[in-house]
């Protein structure tokens, strides 16, 4: 798998994007040494559709639509094989730096999503 990232990137808001490149480096540095790659950002309407209606968002204001949303994951391994502490380290050190974490969502757990 290549790394979206910095394609990806590109497409935020630059206030999400700043944010989003520090979280990048923290995750990837010598604190958390983990292969964090974004995998998604700005969506099409066409693409937020979709994925409403395969169950994997639930809403059409998604804040991906105007490029103030980015997904993670990590290089190599499905997000279902990402262990449960890895989220528990990445959701609170998004949230340090002014991010809402979908993982601490009541309703709709998304652990890999953040956005201002």
Do not use: C
Request: hydrophobic share 40%.
């Amino acid at each position: 798998m290549n790394d979206p990232t910095e394609r990806i990137l590109g497409d935020l808001v630059f206030e999400v994007q700043t944010r989003a490149v520090r979280f990048i480096n923290v995750a990837r540095g010598p604190r958390y040494n983990l292969p964090v790659i974004v995998t998604s950002g700005l969506r099409s309407t066409a693409e937020q559709a979709r994925l409403v209606r395969s169950g994997r968002s639930q809403t059409m204001r998604s804040k991906h639509l105007r490029g103030l949303a980015f997904d993670v994951d990590m290089l190599g391994w499905p997000r279902d094989a990402v262990p449960a502490w890895v989220w528990r380290q990445l959701g609170p050190l998004g949230e340090s730096m002014g991010l809402t974490w979908g993982g601490s969502w009541v309703t709709f757990k998304d652990v890999g999503h953040f956005e201002l």
